[in-house]
């Protein structure tokens, strides 16, 4: 078993964080570290528990997954879109691709790229479940992305699931 303590710039052993990861989530980082294999097992179990229902012909099972998915919906995106910044936030700064995108064979996209673009991407779907629900708890929601986006809109909906993870996360902190 490793000996190894998390801390905000040491999240993984071997995993460094960098100044701006550091700067938007702090002491947090060490919760999103743990986030990431806890959603990976959770989609993985959640995929085998709803077929398995489904194989076994309990649509009443099945029927009661959808609800549990739909009512967790928004803390599945906030988790989500904060774990793909911070780990954007670690490759540093830089554009994102076009949206919409057509990939070029034999011409990969710059390292840092596409991370930064799917953090924006499901950044913007916590924005479009906010507007859609009226579930922010800071407010100040930026317009969902559009096709021909800025790097600026990007960074917004970015900005906006820091603000509202970190919220998130004082309540949890406060109960």
């Not at 793909?84 to 691709?97: I, M, Q, R, V, W």
């Not at 953090?119 to 913007?124: F, H, K, R, Y």
Request: hydrophobic share 35%.
């Amino acid at each position: 078993m490793s000996t190894h303590r998390s801390s905000a710039a040491e999240p993984w052993p071997g995993w460094t964080t960098n100044r701006a990861a550091q700067a938007a989530y702090g002491e947090h980082l060490v919760r999103i570290a743990k986030l990431i294999p806890t959603l990976l097992y959770m989609y993985v179990t959640d995929r085998q528990g709803l077929a398995a229902a489904h194989d076994a012909g309990r649509q009443d099972l099945v029927d009661s997954h959808v609800k549990s998915v739909a009512l967790e919906c928004r803390d599945d995106l906030l988790e989500a879109a904060a774990v793909l910044d911070a780990l954007a936030l670690c490759h540093g700064p830089g554009s994102y691709l076009p949206r919409p995108y057509q990939e070029v064979a034999g011409q990969p996209p710059a390292p840092g790229v596409e991370l930064r673009t799917d953090a924006s991407d499901v950044a913007d779907q916590a924005v479009r479940h906010d507007w859609r629900h009226g579930t922010s708890k800071t407010g100040d929601l930026p317009p969902a992305l559009e096709d021909g986006c800025t790097d600026a809109q990007r960074d917004a909906v970015r900005a906006y699931v820091r603000r509202e993870w970190l919220a998130s996360q004082q309540e949890f902190t406060d109960d």
